[in-house]
RNA sequence: CGCGGAGUAGAGCAGUGGCAGCUCGUCAGGCUCAUAACCUGAAGGUCGGUGGUUCGAAUCCACCCUCCGCAA
């Protein structure tokens, strides 16, 4: 089978590394976004879609686009069986839906209908919801509310992280979308549509969202935002007008101190939150490096006395 | 010309013109059943670089190098 394939980050390149490896499916272009300028420097960066085909070395004609309306330019109708879309970020108009044969399919990380949105996998972790998944449903022009073919779950403790998750997910997403392309073709399998009512959303992740106010929030809820949020955009607390980044920590049960309370030995740092105490195990204050917290105890301790 | 912080002992930080400091680490010794605890002592520096101002510069000025936060 023709399949056209869209993405850009982690996720579609976990799957599209899959989908290689099937006989009987034939990738015949790849879409992705533009480079992004990133970093201080501006320099642009290429999706990590589009390194991975680089590096590979892969002879699969592949495309940047920003719009519909340049994908409209690349792919005639009924050239392709199947438009598979993973985590590209972009609205996709009816026109480009229309353009396979069979289906435009998507691989969702959540159960739908429930985080429907940008952010399912973070959302999930961030939520301490106890049970993962992954859809694989038919784009319609409303985001993420195609009926489903096919969903798979995987139940999460509390310690996974997003990069984590996202690996799971993706192997898991892989498999079902490989089954249910095979299935179309072979048995006509037909989505079961969602439940609207039960649907919840998720968006992009605001900047914001990874501030933590130990004053208002459980250690349990600072934990998963850190899990949740570890590759972008992490958590930070600000005191006395500077911003510090948590980039380890871990919930203590021998510790009770009062919310924002700060306790320190000589190479470990303690912080009281709502409910519940937080280890910091390792931090970096705005304009300086990372460090682990005991170099951070030799020379910031006095601040927070 | 996007905005901003920073470079001082192995690490992290003070130090705004007059003898180079603090905490931690390291080493030696002591205390202790014992210790990541405590006590005593020691080693360890071209204050990022170059030039300038000055009787005198980590400190003031100019340029350069490097690291980082924000923004995108």
Not at 50 to 57: A, G, H, L
Not at 183 to 203: G, H, M, R, W, Y
Request: net charge negative.
């Amino acid at each position: 089978m023709k399949i056209a394939y869209m993405g850009s980050g982690t996720f579609a390149t976990n799957i599209l590394d899959k989908l290689l490896l099937e006989d009987n499916i034939q990738i015949t272009k790849i879409i992705t976004q533009p480079a992004k300028p990133f970093g201080r420097k501006k320099q642009l960066l290429a999706t990590e879609l589009k390194q991975f085909v680089d590096s590979n070395n892969l002879d699969i004609p592949t495309f940047e686009c920003s719009n519909s309306k340049q994908i409209l330019e690349i792919l005639e109708p009924g050239e392709v069986e199947f438009l598979v879309v993973c985590d590209y970020g972009v609205l996709l108009k009816q026109a480009v839906l229309d353009l396979p044969s069979k289906y435009c399919l998507n691989v969702h990380g959540s159960l739908l209908p429930h985080l429907r949105g940008a952010s399912p996998v973070q959302m999930t972790i961030y939520n301490q919801d106890q049970l993962a998944g992954i859809c694989v449903q038919e784009m319609v022009l409303k985001l993420d509310a195609g009926p489903v073919f096919m969903s798979d779950s995987y139940e999460v403790d509390f310690t996974e992280t997003t990069p984590g998750l996202i690996q799971k997910l993706s192997i898991m997403g892989a498999n079902i979308l490989i089954k249910t392309l095979n299935q179309i073709l072979d048995e006509n399998l037909k989505p079961v549509e969602q439940n609207a009512s039960e649907a919840t959303f998720c968006s992009k992740i605001p900047k914001e969202m990874g501030c933590v106010n130990f004053l208002e929030h459980d250690a349990k809820q600072i934990f998963a935002a850190f899990r949740a949020f570890i590759s972008w955009p992490g958590i930070y607390f600000t005191h006395g007008d500077v911003v510090y980044k948590i980039l380890d920590c871990k919930i203590v049960s021998d510790l009770d101190l009062k919310p924002g309370e700060f306790s320190f030995s000589k190479k470990q740092m303690f912080v009281g939150c709502l409910n519940g105490t937080l280890e910091i195990l390792k931090i970096q204050p705005q304009g300086k490096k990372e460090m682990d917290v005991s170099s951070f105890v030799a020379g910031y301790k006095s601040r927070f006395v």
